[in-house]
């Protein structure tokens, strides 16, 4: 029979966030737009899938999300 407790995990929250300037003039007739975002900033440890195969062949697999990434993106608009 499955064991659904052996992939269950407690509650969790995963913040992302994202901060931009838009419509700064560049050259000629372009916009340009910059964003600094980072996603799961706090760094949650967390499953997004698994599978319980612990009965038949003695092991759970489970996949745990991505860890804290961040960036820059800029844009020219022309």
Known sequence: APQPERNDQ???QVWNARVSLDDIAGPGDTQLRIAVWGKN?????????????YST???????Y???MTYG??????F
């Open 10 to 12: 407690e509650s969790y």
């Open 41 to 53: 900033i706090t760094d949650e440890s967390y499953y997004t899938n698994g599978v319980n195969i």
């Open 57 to 63: 062949f003695g092991f759970d697999v489970n996949m």
């Open 65 to 67: 999300a991505e860890p």
């Open 72 to 77: 820059v993106d800029f844009e020219i608009r």
